[in-house]
């Protein structure tokens, strides 16, 4: 089980950005009718469709799946046996060259895929890798790509229905325009703090499930240890959306912090050796 705070914290930002949906929603039925519903319920489904496709393709296009033979096979080998564990279909895997030691997760339970950095094979020994693999695949389980995506479709429609609303009551010029397109990146950022606030839950969640099913969190302590300084130095080749998804984001500034994927990597290492 997770800490009991951890869940009425992910209860009342999960709760927010319901509500958030429910006014794009709202607005979609206020600007078509009614009678519009089911344009308006395809149109919410949509987008997060969409993003989720075009995400899992992006994140894995220059990935390589991973042969079951030879140095990959004991890799293969505990991805099975965690995935029976965790009662979850055994995800497609593949390999990366990330520039840093690194690896993430994508797709949904079912048909979801781990992508391993090669820095990251040949860094950790076999318990810290498994416990690695361990995290990831608790992110299938708990849905958390799929929750995400769906976040950030959330912030983009409400940025849409900030801009329209602003527009449909100023004289429409170009600088209502720019004022406008303001106010829909002002809207959509309001929404991403609680998007991100639930990706660095979710981060400790899947540190918590990944110590459970390994019996200890130590592995994945020295994991993220070695992750973070064989990371120091070195430049990944890494988009920032999938960024967003790996085990280790690097921390930066009191600003990006507030908008940071994942919470700090000494706050981590701490509650898994606590």
Known sequence: MTDFGLKVRMAIVGSILFAFYMFVGAFGLAMFGVQAWPLVLLGLVTLPFI?????TWSATRRAEPMPEEGQYQDIHRMTDSLSQDMGIKKPKLM??????????????????????STELIRLLERDELEGVIAHELAHIKNRDVVTMVVGQSIGMM?????YMIYMMGDDRNIGSIFVGMFISNIAQMLVM???????????????????QYIGSGDPLARALEK?????????????????ALC????????????????????????????
């Open 95 to 116: 390999v990366m060259n990330m520039g840093v030691p690194n690896a993430f997760a994508t797709g949904r339970k079912g048909n979801g895929v781990v992508v391993v």
């Open 51 to 55: 993003q989720y496709k075009i995400g």
């Open 193 to 211: 703090v609680f998007v991100l606030a639930i990706s660095r839950y979710r981060e400790y969640v899947a540190d918590e499930d990944a110590r």
């Open 227 to 243: 992750i973070s300084q064989g990371a120091q130095g070195r430049e990944s080749n890494l988009d920032d959306s999938v960024s």
């Open 158 to 162: 409400v940025g849409w229905v900030a």
């Open 247 to 274: 085990i280790f984001n690097a921390e930066r500034g009191l600003l990006q912090s507030l908008f940071a994927t994942h919470p700090p990597t000494e706050k981590r290492i701490e509650k898994l050796r606590r």
